[in-house]
């Protein structure tokens, strides 16, 4: 529903402008997959599946890009790569370690949220996503790397 919404505004003001299938990608959740032969519950907490040829995306955070990715089914880490760039710091740190000031420094290429209620997600309070995405070239290849322009939070 919302991102139909986000497309069908998008075409209003954008003649012309088209859209690529959406691409599903769950994390946190248990699914029955079919690996070595055998039934497992495969439970992916903070993963998404990377199946050979799954497209993915592996998002940085408010201030950075995010990554389109395709799985390569990697058999050792049972078909998984990682949800994000991952957290340096949790919520709490966060909160008590910035203000709304630095979530707007840190976020002044970005159209979005920079008041206080959203500090706990300011982008110092994540990982670096590119290193994120070097340390899992096993898992995933790249498709395509995206720089965030708005960044809508609920
Ligand atoms: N592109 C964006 N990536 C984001 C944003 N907020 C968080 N993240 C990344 O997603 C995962 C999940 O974050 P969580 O804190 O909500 O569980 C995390 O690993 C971050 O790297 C965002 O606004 N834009
Ligand atoms: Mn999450």
């Not at 990608?25 to 497992?40: K, T």
């Amino acid at each position: 529903m919302m991102l139909q919404g986000i497309c069908d505004e998008l075409a209003h003001r954008i003649p012309g402008i088209g859209f690529d299938a959406p691409i599903p990608c769950h994390h946190n959740y248990v699914a029955v997959e079919n690996q070595d032969g055998l039934e497992w519950m495969v439970t992916r907490k903070g993963a998404i599946r990377a199946g050979a040829g799954d497209l993915g995306v592996i998002p940085g955070s408010m201030g950075t890009g995010s990554y389109i990715v395709r799985g390569l089914g990697d058999e050792q880490s049972y078909a998984c790569a990682s949800h994000g760039a991952g957290r340096r710091m949790s919520r709490n740190a966060a909160r008590r370690r910035f203000t709304a000031a630095d979530l707007a420094e840190q976020t002044s290429s970005v159209e979005c949220r920079k008041e206080e209620g959203v500090v706990d997600e300011i982008p110092a309070a994540y990982k670096d996503i590119d290193d994120g995405i070097r340390a899992q070239t096993d898992l995933v290849e790249v498709v395509a790397r995206l720089q965030t322009l708005p960044c809508i939070k609920g």
